[in-house]
């Protein structure tokens, strides 16, 4: 039997998701996410898709997060109209992020073509509009969890809990070809890391050919924590906050780490460890969200720990624009959840601008933070940011809470690989910056789970013979392999931009600041290319 597995995202990054699988004339998408990070990567989604999108039978849906979902609109824009299957939770929460993510795509092409108008710049497009996310609900079925599902002709599907988020999936792929060759795949889709109140943990079949696998904190360990342990560095994060005399801002995401962080503040408030005071969440896809989690959220023992939420006098949900603003004239303690987490897209960003150079404002990162992306920048210790054009000096505090992640670590990654085997072919590495990646791969080699451990290149397609995997040559690559996991020169520009405005003004006086101009006219218009 041969078929054809190519990786068209999440390939040297942790965003992008999207992987094709070619069995005879059949062609499945297994997700279509969006690239997220620096600008250089970003711009990936705007190009055409690197498929034929006419020969697209079918898409399966690990979650419903926007790096694996995300583009699933322009797909349908593009005129895919067959089907794409995925949990009930999923389509539940895809129908509010899609919905939510055309809107920030409107809003912020909007705002750009503003600027870019009063500069004299181009006038560009959203990637895809509500209408579009609105047309894209339509082509969703949902599956029932843990039964094979006919997805084509040669070509079946089974979804299993990988306790990541509400809904999310492994996808187990049986192909047979036309001479009755039958091949078993599994794609790990985001796995969480087990051990929550919050959501089950993953589960799998065993026995594959192939593992396509992700490796986000493939070179992390993590010391244990018990729900006890995770709620006290909450709290001390809390107790800190407050004592530094202003508001705590949590970029979150707002499926899952919102409703886990929701939780605990409330548990902290309310049981007298930490101060008490208003907590508001500050993001419309995070309250409908919340709806979802009222009626499908269950834990390890079927109990749903999100219910009560809602009935709390500390918890306040805003949902208009005009409510988010009013969030300046708070006074006081008080804390406030905003997506998006790693600080990229939405309200946090408005929040960021006013909060940054105040010194008693507190900003706790508690999610994964991409190369490129604001929240990676204020996490490794950015003294200066510009965000929407507008040039802020850091001085507020920040913090990182490792503690909230809904993705495994190394060791959590090694023991369901493990749970997998016997693996008779490969396991391919996916959603992992290279040191992550690789680190996951050292441990898989010295396992001896696989006879070959792979980490595939943007773009890269295998052939899969029976055991026996083949590396095709590579099409001209849309990116330098090395892009995704480095800032780009956006990053360096805005860094150059700050540096020289700090320069100029701890100059000793104007005549120095018009040398410095000077000096870099000359070498600019000496060396223009």
């Known amino acids: 039997m041969t078929i054809k597995l190519h990786f068209f995202g999440a390939a040297g990054c942790v965003t992008g998701s999207c992987m094709l699988l070619e069995v005879d004339a059949a062609q499945v998408l297994i997700d279509c996410g969006m690239f997220q990070g620096s600008k250089t990567l970003k711009e990936l989604n705007y190009r055409p898709f690197p498929f034929d999108v006419a020969k697209i039978g079918a898409v399966l849906l690990t979650h419903a997060h926007i790096d694996h979902s995300g583009l699933l609109p322009k797909l349908s824009r593009a005129g895919f109209k067959r089907t794409i299957h995925a949990t009930p939770g999923t389509v539940e929460l895809c129908e509010a992020l899609l919905a939510d993510a055309a809107g920030i795509q409107e809003m912020e092409v909007e705002q750009l073509n503003r600027r870019n108008q009063q500069r004299g710049g181009p006038v560009v497009q959203p990637i895809y509009t509500r209408a579009d996310a609105d047309a894209c609900r339509g082509l969703f079925r949902a599956v029932q969890v843990n039964t094979w599902s006919e997805i084509l002709p040669g070509v079946r599907a089974r979804w299993w809990n990988a306790g990541h988020i509400l809904g999310s999936a492994s996808i187990e792929v049986e192909a047979k070809d036309s001479g009755g060759a039958v091949e078993r795949l599994l794609f790990s889709g985001d796995l969480g890391p087990g051990g929550s109140e919050f959501i089950a943990d993953p589960e799998g079949p065993s026995g594959l050919d192939h593992v396509v696998m992700e490796s986000t904190y493939g070179g992390t360990d993590r010391p244990p924590l018990s729900i006890a342990d995770r709620q006290k560095k909450l709290n001390d994060e809390l107790l800190k906050a407050h004592a530094a005399g202003g508001p705590l801002l949590i970029p979150a995401f707002a499926v899952e780490r919102t409703q886990e962080l929701i939780v605990d503040l409330l548990q902290a408030m309310e049981s007298g460890v930490a101060p008490r005071g208003p907590i508001f969440v500050d993001s419309p896809l995070a309250v409908r969200v919340m709806d979802s989690y009222m009626r499908f959220g269950r834990d390890n023992d079927g109990a749903n720990p999100f219910e009560a939420l809602k009935e709390s006098s500390w918890l306040h949900f805003t949902e208009s624009a005009n409510e988010s603003k009013a969030l300046e004239r708070v006074k006081g303690w008080h804390v406030i959840l905003s997506a998006s987490g790693m600080c990229d897209a939405g309200r946090v960003r408005h929040h960021l601008q006013r909060l940054l150079w105040q010194p008693q404002a507190t900003v706790l990162l508690v999610g994964y933070q991409a190369v490129g992306t604001l929240g990676r920048l204020l996490r490794d210790g950015a003294k200066d940011v510009r965000i929407q054009g507008e040039h802020i000096k850091v001085a507020a505090t920040i913090r990182t809470l490792d503690i909230y992640s809904g993705h495994a670590d190394a060791n959590a990654l090694l023991k369901w690989a493990q749970a997998r085997g016997p693996i008779r072919g490969d396991i391919f590495l996916t959603h992992g910056e290279p040191e992550s990646r690789d680190g996951l791969q050292a441990r898989l080699q010295a396992a001896t789970l696989a006879a070959n451990v792979l980490t595939p290149q943007l ?71």
């Not at 000077?518 to 060396?527: C, F, G, M």
């Open 459 to 529: 773009d890269q397609a295998y052939r899969l013979e029976a055991a026996n995997v083949i590396a095709e040559a590579a099409p001209p690559p849309r990116l330098d392999p090395s892009t995704p996991a480095k800032l780009d020169w956006h990053n360096a520009r805005v860094d150059f931009q700050n540096l020289l405005t700090q320069h100029l003004l701890s100059a000793p006086d104007n005549a120095a600041r018009e040398r410095i101009i000077a000096d870099l006219r000359k070498q600019l218009t000496a060396s223009p290319n």
